[in-house]
């Protein structure tokens, strides 16, 4: 079952996942069909896995039915950073708050990727809890199910700590609607629980799926996540030690040409590590039907609305929103020579490209953003075309590119750099991609510290990275100024989850 082409369907209150890959599934009638008639075989355990990256997807969901919705995770993970504002004249006042760094635990932004992330990690425990049930599944099926329900376990368990801090720990299913509420666990308990689940998922999974499995996690992918938790941890060692086995090893390459690393048409390709997948062009495309929680989830497209949020407004042709744009600051850090801006975002004197079922290429007015600038990466010549969007150009169906190995090699350095390791590796690291991207080797006795922040900051530019990486790297303060709160280090859980917890659940001080 190729994931691109799985749509999600939701039974009964516990949210059962099944996976429509057209003739291959029976769906039985909805009031028959229960978790003791479904947990058998290998097709309802895949449709069930899929249910929990399907929770991936909607981080980028858009819905008025449940929180409403609209473009949140973009507000916490790029309007916050330093790289993206909030257009002024076109966004929303949350985004603006956010980007000024005034954080409220009601903001709905915060609750709903809580929610999501909880979701996720439900799905992943019913996988757990019914493989030892009376099914169909071979011995080495339950393997495989089991490391990747890990795998995203672990994976939704990591985001949620770097978002919250201490947020609950999820291991089982609770039956019981008043026992569902769970106190905060301790970052130990979390980074243990985090590293226990992905060192099963590199034991357990395959090295490499078939075709038509495309987008599956790997038993590469857990072991790079192992490095990357352990940056977190900075357990220096442990992520030495995971990097060099996946950097001499493993199946990863850099895509030589920057632009195609994000091209509609080159989807998990050679750099991708992990990546959420999107399907379509199918169902009514519908911008407000991007999430599996939506009455409506049947025809859900569970495409993103990359680029009717950000390709440009205030009288650019489209008819998009504009919402967010690259900043000032961002565009400044960039070398002479570096072939990445031009792939990234738009400025006066670029040809501008945008769809709406129409494609327009036209010269880029730079009064269309408060910046002069706006997003290009993922979107672009390459991009705008009928093959990745719907007719009426609200939806995109491109993969987001969550982990790519150029991170990781830049991890690798960062590691090797604090950890006491290697520093010529390290060294090469950083300059592999400063090589890629048309730049000399680092002059002889370089700052490799701060080169590789940079080369951090420019290569993941307008990817979900940068906010987490100022938190971690303790800079809070000499990014943002008189704008920074220490009580910044985390995300405030959402009022309503506290409320709903009765107090079990702390918010976190400052907020």
């Not at 057209?22 to 355990?45: C, E, G, I, M, V």
């Not at 499995?213 to 030690?241: E, H, M, Q």
């Amino acid at each position: 079952m190729n994931m691109k082409k799985t749509s999600i369907i939701l039974i009964s209150m516990f949210a059962i996942g099944l996976s429509s890959c057209s003739n291959q599934l029976d769906l039985q009638p909805l009031d028959r069909l229960t978790t003791d008639t479904f947990y058998k075989t290998r097709a309802d355990f895949d449709g069930a896995v899929f249910a929990s990256y399907s929770s991936i997807q909607d981080f980028y969901g858009t819905s008025t039915e449940t929180l409403g919705e609209f473009g949140e995770f973009w507000k916490i993970s790029l309007t916050i950073s330093d790289d993206v504002a909030a257009d002024t004249n076109q966004s929303d006042q949350i985004s603006q708050d956010i980007d000024a760094l005034l954080l409220r635990s009601s903001d709905v932004p915060f609750a709903a990727v809580y929610t999501q992330i909880y979701e996720g990690i439900y799905r992943a425990n019913l996988v757990l809890k019914n493989l030892d049930g009376e099914n169909d599944l071979t011995a080495a099926d339950k393997t495989e199910l089991s490391a990747e329900a890990k795998f995203l376990r672990a994976w939704f368990h990591f985001q949620a700590m770097k978002m919250f801090g201490t947020p609950p720990l999820a291991l089982e299913i609770v039956e019981g609607i008043n026992n569902q509420a769970k106190p905060n666990a301790t970052q130990d308990e979390l980074y243990a629980a985090i590293l226990a689940d992905f060192t099963d998922a590199a034991a357990g999974l395959p090295a490499s799926w078939d075709s038509s499995n495309t987008g599956r996690v790997t038993s590469w992918a857990a072991k790079s996540y192992l490095g990357k938790v352990n940056v977190w941890k900075k357990d220096w060692a442990a992520a030495i030690a995971a990097f060099q086995d996946v950097v001499d090893n493993g199946p990863y390459s850099l895509v030589p040409d920057y632009e195609e690393v994000f091209a509609y048409n080159n989807e998990n390709n050679s750099e991708s590590i992990f990546e959420i997948q999107y399907g379509g062009p199918f169902s009514d495309d519908n911008l407000w039907v991007f999430d599996d929680t939506h009455s409506e989830d049947f025809k859900a497209s569970q495409g993103t609305g990359r680029g009717w949020f950000w390709d440009a407004s205030n009288g650019a042709p489209g008819g998009k929103l504009g919402f967010w744009v690259p900043t000032q600051n961002l565009v400044d850090t960039f070398e002479p020579g570096d072939v990445r801006p031009q792939t990234i975002f738009y400025q006066g004197g670029d040809t501008y490209y945008s769809f709406d079922g129409t494609r327009y290429e036209l010269p880029y007015d730079v009064t269309w953003s408060t910046t002069s600038f706006t997003l290009k990466k993922y979107r672009g010549s390459i991009n705008a075309v009928t093959g990745n969007s719907s007719p009426n150009g609200q939806a995109d169906y491109n993969n987001e590119r969550w982990f790519r190995f150029a991170e990781l090699k830049l991890l690798y350095a960062e590691a090797l750099i604090e950890g006491g390791g290697d520093l010529a590796i390290a060294e090469q690291q950083i300059n592999d991609i400063r090589n890629r991207a048309g730049l000399p080797n680092l002059l002889t006795g370089a700052d490799l510290t701060q080169a590789m922040r940079q080369e951090k900051r420019v290569e993941l530019a307008l990817e979900p990275h940068r906010w987490f990486d100022i938190v971690r790297w303790g800079i809070g303060s000499q990014v943002f100024g008189a704008a920074w709160n220490d009580k910044d280090v985390v995300f405030p859980f959402p009022l309503s989850e506290i409320d709903r917890s009765g107090g079990l659940l702390k918010q976190n001080e400052g907020y």
